[in-house]
């Protein structure tokens, strides 16, 4: 790795459009953001030159959106807004992102960015439109899950397997690869705002015949977790239920022909 | 010897605890009990981070209490190398105004 690369990085605002987007949702991140936006940095800078990093502040109410402005760096756009939930953030960070890829993160980092290079390499061989990090898959390095997080990782999987027909084992990691305009096609039809807007995004890739891959992650359980039990499981389960529906009213049907 | 730490003699025969992996809020309180004991025996600290992969605000808040605490003993401390993906984060936190230590940023290559 090359500090240089950093600082050009840092410092020169790239010429056209990047090669790669980072998009980070972030809501009250401000114990985090700055440690990850470093390590993201550090390992992209020297990964792929032309690159950007979004981060899209969910109306947060701490310092985080001051501590992102505060770097000043040349290719980190901020996208203020008011708070309307995880699926919003990254939509509108992914539809302002110009990459030819596009990968959307969670804040705290939990899967290593380290992680981003195989499945650079696995999307770029043209077999996938979409690698989805996995703590399910055979060979994933999981750390510290507490059960609770366990259970839902799984009754989600269980669910949206049963429901949606979704051959993804793990949907809620937030390590997510996307070509880029398969990214900007998918999230443009996105309807659902809140914490289950992975399974509508898988969804829609599925209908629209795109190729789906989960590739095995390290996961690192991280304090701090948005994560509530029992309303996330509620708020998770009716928006499984709209998914159903809409998929029933044809709806999806009309958004991929759109 | 620490568990956590790798105390392997460096190139020039000196002992500078080492720290490999993550340096993170699971990681941040142990680590200071087995600094504070490491410090003692070496009478000063010279922290090697070159292997250190990730920091998070847990882990530069434990080095900067750390530093306060071997400060008030009268012993010496500083971190004598790190790794880029660690040097990037403390440049960044000191830019942010997170950090005001020196003793925890390292000049640049």
Known sequence: MTYSAFRRWADVPL??????????????????????IGAIASFCSDFEPSWELIVADDGSSDGTADL????????????????QGKGAAVRRGILAAGGELVLFTDADLSTPIEHLGPMVTLLRAGGADVVVGSRAAHGADVHSRSPLRRALTSATAALSKAVLHLGVNDTQCGFK??????????????????????????????????????????????PGSKVSGVSDTF?????????????????????VRS | MSVLVSLDPDHHGRRSPAIPG????????GLRAELLSDAQALEGLSLDLSDTTFIDMAGIEMLSELGDEL????????VGAVSQPVQVILELTRRAGSIDRPDLVVASP
């Open chain 1, 15 to 36: 010429p056209g459009s990047p090669m790669l987007s980072v998009v980070i949702p972030a809501y009250n991140e401000e114990r985090r953001i700055v440690p990850t």
């Open chain 1, 68 to 83: 992102v402005e505060a770097l000043h760096l040349a290719n980190v756009r901020l996208l203020r807004d008011v708070n």
């Open chain 1, 177 to 222: 690869l996307f070509d880029g305009a398969a990214a900007r096609w998918l999230f443009s039809r996105q309807t659902i705002t809140g914490f289950a807007f992975d399974l509508e995004i898988l969804h829609l890739a599925r209908r629209a015949g795109m190729t789906v891959v989960e590739v095995a992650v390290e996961w690192h359980d991280a």
């Open chain 1, 235 to 255: 708020r998770g389960g009716r928006d499984l239920l709209r998914i159903r529906a809409n998929t029933w009213l044809g709806r999806y049907d009309e958004l």
């Open chain 2, 22 to 29: 993550r340096l993170d809020c699971h990681r941040a309180s």
């Open chain 2, 71 to 78: 400060g008030a003993q009268g012993l010496s401390f500083d």
